[in-house]
């Protein structure tokens, strides 16, 4: 029995011997993530690591026989490269591990973040000056700040309405001057950018543009709020790193907006993925919106849809909405006329 009790208290020793030399090694690997990330190498390097691997087998000498000593070793390599890849998504200027406190995004007396709810309405594209002034009145009406409005269309068909482009942008500024709402229009590229950019006041970039990278740096040059939305077939991580090329530019006013995913679901246009808003919120100190027009492509669940995103503690919401959707050019089947956004935005705020 002794004999077991001393046998037993060397296996403790070396289990703090073990304990002990991991951890050295996570540190020096974490030290050499560093090192990789700042000269741009990849984190995992397969080469390397068959070199250790074999240069540690070479040394084996039992009993624990060369299959299972390899085994034990990938599985140090696997936990290695994830915590590199935590202390990577951790150090990233978006993280809250990074900056704790909420971003506030302040524009013309207003706030997108922390504990406000910020609500995005307009018509999927600006058609003319009467269409756009119907819609300003209504906002205001109802002492609403901001508007959006296409400009330029990313249509899925190079032969639908393209809209129209810097004649749109003027008149959102024409209407935006005089109700002193605040606008929200797309570019889609670094020449639409410069063109509008005086003329807007949230810039925002489309879910076909997430990972337009120069786009990207290109708008995280400026010092004007981005509405970021997530790529349709794009992960959460994905979309945070599009976020951290705009905000590692310079420009920290960078507002996520989570507009569904393609999924293999066809009841709705695009999947809401409800999670990525709490997920975002956690992992990131960036105000996160909702599109649910986009999200649902369908108007008869998109009350619910909202208020289940304000529920999941989202800082807005946006939505299409048109004086007459059955004439707009585009996406006429999702946008509100005036009495269903009266009924769905009263929802939303009793
Ligand atoms: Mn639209």
Do not use: W
Request: aromatic share 8%; with cysteine; hydrophobic share 40%.
């Amino acid at each position: 029995m002794d004999r077991i009790k001393e046998l037993r208290q060397r296996i403790d020793k070396v289990n703090q011997q073990i304990l002990k030399l991991l951890n050295e090694r996570a540190q020096i690997a974490l030290e050499i993530g560093l090192e990789k990330r700042k000269s741009g190498h990849a984190m995992y390097d397969p080469i390397r690591e068959k070199e250790i691997l074999d240069s540690i087998l070479k040394e084996n000498q039992g009993p624990f026989s060369n299959e299972v000593i390899a085994y034990l070793f990938k599985e140090i390599f696997k936990a290695t490269l994830a915590l590199q890849k935590d202390e990577f998504i951790n150090n990233l200027k978006i993280s809250r591990k990074y900056q704790n406190e909420d971003t506030l995004i302040k524009i013309k007396g207003e706030i997108i973040g922390g504990s406000n709810t910020t609500y995005i309405f307009g018509p999927c594209s600006i058609e003319s000056v009467e269409q756009l002034e119907e819609v300003a009145k209504l906002l205001v009406n109802k002492g609403l700040k901001f508007i959006r409005g296409g400009a330029y269309k990313p249509r899925t068909s190079p032969y639908d309405f393209q809209g129209l482009g810097f004649t749109g942008v003027k008149i959102m500024t024409e209407i935006t001057d005089k109700s002193n709402l605040i606008s929200v229009i797309e570019v889609l590229n670094e020449k639409q950018l410069e063109e509008a950019y005086d003329y807007i006041d949230i810039i925002q970039i489309g879910s076909r543009n997430m990972d337009n990278f120069s786009l990207l740096r290109s708008v995280g040059q400026t010092n004007k709020p981005v509405i970021l939305k997530r790529g349709y077939s794009s992960t959460i991580e994905e979309f945070k790193l599009a976020a951290e090329y705009i905000v590692s530019e310079g420009n920290q006013q960078v507002i996520l907006c989570e507009r569904g995913i393609r999924t293999f679901e066809t009841a709705t246009r695009n999947t809401l993925d409800i999670s990525a808003i709490p997920i975002l919120k956690k992992e990131t100190h960036l105000p996160v919106i909702v599109d649910v027009s986009h999200a649902a492509g369908r108007k008869d669940i998109m009350t619910l849809l909202a208020k289940a995103s304000l529920a999941a503690n989202c800082n807005g919401i946006m939505a299409e909405i048109h004086p007459n959707p059955f004439v707009a050019l585009s996406d006429s089947h999702q946008q509100m006329n005036f009495a269903e956004f009266e009924s769905f935005y009263q929802a939303l705020i009793e």
